[in-house]
T-cell receptor, first 112, second 107 residues
């Protein structure tokens, strides 16, 4: 198993454009998490899935953000009409029966 | 929600020195992890330690769940130990992170 994989690693987009990120969790893990990290801060929880069900969303997750995990495997996070304030590192993590979380390498988003 | 505080916020050491990083949390937890964030932003798992003591090479960690704190010990520090160390706790279904300790180790 290669661990949690995220794609792309870097994304530069113009304000107002839509972007989509992908996360492939560790294969036997049933929980998948999305976090956002800005400079100098710890990661902040955005949302999580158990299998294909989205069980919790943070108040940080505005209407412009949507996440899916259609078959309970990989997940996508879409941001519509990006704003400069969306610039951040987006991190994905997964856990299995033991709740130790493993993180991917992250997607660094820059909105210009 | 649960609050997680880490101290010190910044730490500067000379190579070979020892250090202790602290994590305090405000409620009972069922998971506690220590991470090292590398310069490229990836979070590297150091310890999964909801209670007790674990050691891995020059690093060790202790969590006293009843007193709501955890300690990360780094002995004989090396320049490669530089980076940000995060404590994260889980008491419902998600990890909540502290603000981290930025460690700089100079030769």
């Amino acid at each position: 198993d290669t661990g949690v994989s995220q794609d792309p690693r870097h994304k530069i987009t113009k304000r107002g454009q839509n972007v989509t990120f992908r996360c492939d969790p560790i294969s036997e893990h049933n929980r998948l998490y999305w976090y956002r990290q800005t400079l100098g801060q710890g990661p902040e929880f955005l949302t999580y899935f158990q299998n294909e069900a989205q069980l919790e969303k943070s108040r940080l997750l505005s209407d412009r953000f949507s996440a899916e995990r259609p078959k309970g495997s990989f997940s996508t996070l879409e941001i519509q009409r990006t704003e400069q304030g969306d610039s951040a590192m987006y991190l994905c993590a997964s856990t299995g029966l033991i709740t130790e979380a493993f993180f991917g390498q992250g997607t660094r988003l820059t909105v210009v | 929600g649960i609050q997680v505080e880490q101290s010190p916020p910044d730490l500067i050491l000379q190579e070979g020195a020892n250090s202790t990083l602290r994590c305090n949390f405000s409620d009972s937890v069922n998971n506690l992890q220590w991470f090292h964030q590398n310069p490229w932003g990836q979070l590297i798992n150091l310890f999964y330690i909801p209670s007790g003591t674990k050691q891995n090479g020059r690093l060790s960690a202790t969590t006293v769940a009843t007193e709501r704190y955890s300690l990360l010990y780094i002995s004989s520090s090396q320049t490669t130990d530089s980076g940000v160390y995060f404590c994260a706790v889980m008491n419902t279904d998600k990890l909540i992170f502290g603000t981290g300790t930025r460690l700089q180790v100079f030769p």
